[in-house]
């Protein structure tokens, strides 16, 4: 897949911020491409949980436009410090050092970024109050598959089943890299 090679800005203070700390796990170049593609395209306030080190964060501010905000939350008080950081002159992004289920406070999202892998918390019926009608919901590290239903090390995907499958969103898988895919689901 091809992409420019220049990152910006604010995503290379992203990675600085993650090999300071120790971090090596953050959201892929292509997978940020994407959330800054999709962010471009939202107002309002945009959301994301599993904060690590601020990559994805950073990415989705890399798309921001129409004064639109970013609310993310990293359980881990070391993280979202490093994270803050990244952004602690930028009025438009605010970290908590918090547990995601805060942003049940600050919702419903225009755009929701998360992780597939706590699948028992990034189900549709734990997420679905937190996007507005319309809003985008990306969960990205998922591994392509071609079948159906999807499997994964062997059983059914069953959080990427359901996400694809409930009738409370319209929902694509995309391929972000050969190895890598995401799920993108706009609440009807």
């Not at 942003?103 to 892998?117: A, K, T, V």
């Not at 699948?119 to 969960?139: A, H, K, R, T």
């Amino acid at each position: 897949m091809s992409a420019p090679p220049d990152l910006p800005d604010v995503v290379s203070r992203a990675f600085d911020v993650c090999r300071q700390a120790g971090y090596v796990a953050f959201c892929r170049n292509e997978t940020g491409r994407l959330l800054a593609t999709l962010a471009a395209t939202r107002g309002g306030t945009m959301a994301e949980f599993g904060t690590g080190c601020g990559v994805g964060t950073a990415w989705l501010r890399s798309g921001v436009r129409n004064g639109a905000r970013i609310l993310t939350a990293e359980l881990d008080e070391k993280l979202a410090v490093a994270a803050s950081k990244i952004f602690e002159d930028d009025a438009k992004v605010e970290v908590l050092a918090a547990d995601w289920n805060v942003l049940r406070d600050h919702g419903p999202f225009s755009l929701l970024f998360l992780d597939s892998g706590s699948p028992s918390e990034v189900g549709v019926d734990n997420v679905v109050d937190l996007v507005e009608p319309g809003g985008i919901v990306v969960l990205d590290d998922f591994a392509p598959c071609e079948s159906w239903p999807p499997i994964t090390y062997g059983r059914v995907d069953t959080l990427r089943e359901q996400w694809l499958t409930d009738e409370r969103f319209t929902a694509v898988e995309v391929m972000v890299a050969a190895d890598a895919s995401a799920v993108i689901a706009t609440r009807r």
